[in-house]
């Protein structure tokens, strides 16, 4: 079972292309207004930002279906902007205020949408993984031709209940695609150090699974590699791994000074693969769009965080008698 590098697609129309950019602007400006809060005291605990990885959910939510599911871990937020959930909810629940996700009780790694099929954020690293599988397994019990997205790291790739899960999953059929977003440093430690295969999506042959690796810094390619998995498993055939390589420029949490690698590095990354330029640099040299037509995107996106960030301020914090509700649903 050989990977298989997929390639960027040459006749995607323009449509998709400025799709694919808003959606990616949206959650990179968003994220630096998230960071931009945290660093003035209104977002409280852990905040773990999503730049650099836009092109990973925006082009694996380019393959999706109503119905399909989507949990992942703690960097949630690109998740949730990109499957539609309101900025203004997902800033609100950042800061703890009423008119969040959550109501404010939850932050950032207890979000939720029962409308948008979005099973969290969650803080236990790759506790997320079984559950993904569970959610797949509804769906097959039900008959009702969904797939779930279950993304998970690098680092939530060395943990036991992955493994357990993969059997599982493939031992019943699972329609499940289990997305490794391998950002090359887990919490800290580079995958070089932390890794003896370094090709982690292999793992699953060990019980049948397919798979493949994927650029994760191309939207396009991730899209692809989405509808290959999806295809994958809604004929039955059951799950799909993608091991998706991306990339993210802030450090694991915004209390990390990412010490473990350089300043160089990451800038020769923004230079050379940024996911949000290389299609900006398609819709400009296609003729697609021009400098003025981009400007007025990045104005428009901009507002839009904006609003967010001006009603997370201004929405009120939970009532005390909220905070004892909800706690078995």
């Known amino acids: 079972m050989a990977a298989r590098k997929s390639t960027q697609k040459s006749n995607v129309s323009a449509e998709e292309l400025s799709k694919y950019y808003r959606e990616m602007l949206l959650i990179r400006r968003f994220e630096e207004k998230a960071g931009q809060l945290y660093g003035m005291g209104l977002i409280g605990g852990f905040c773990h930002l999503y730049i650099g990885q836009e092109a990973v959910v925006v082009g694996l939510e380019a393959a999706t279906e109503e119905g399909d599911k989507r949990v992942t871990s703690y960097r949630d937020h690109g998740h949730m902007l990109a499957c539609g959930m309101d900025p203004d909810g997902v800033m609100a629940e950042l800061t703890g205020r009423e008119g969040g996700y959550s109501k404010g009780k939850g932050g950032s790694m207890h979000m939720f949408s029962k409308e948008k099929h979005f099973y969290g954020g969650h803080g236990i690293v790759g506790a997320q993984v079984p559950l993904g599988a569970g959610l797949a397994f509804a769906d097959k019990y039900q008959g009702n031709g969904r797939v779930t997205f279950t993304y998970f790291g690098d680092g939530a790739a060395n943990q036991g209940q992955v493994y357990e899960t993969y059997n599982m999953a493939q031992l019943w059929e699972l329609p499940v695609v289990f997305v490794i977003e391998n950002n090359q440093y887990a919490m800290g430690t580079s995958v070089q150090r932390s890794t003896k295969s370094p090709a982690i999506w292999k793992r699953g042959e060990a019980y049948g699974i397919a798979g493949e690796e994927v650029d994760g810094m191309n939207v396009l390619a991730v899209k692809e590699a989405g509808d290959r998995a999806v295809a994958h498993c809604r004929s039955g055939k059951g799950p799909y791994i993608l091991e998706v390589k991306t990339y993210r420029y802030r450090g694991h949490s915004m209390s990390d000074p990412a010490k473990y690698r350089t300043r160089e590095e990451v800038q020769k990354m923004r230079e050379e693969r940024d996911p949000i330029e290389q299609v900006r ?49």
């Open 281 to 329: 640099e398609m819709l400009l040299t296609g003729g697609h769009a021009t400098e003025e037509d981009l400007k007025a995107i990045d104005k428009e996106i901009k507002d839009i965080v904006n609003k967010s960030a001006d009603f997370a301020k201004t929405s009120p914090e939970p009532a005390l008698e909220e905070l004892w509700t909800d706690i078995y649903a």
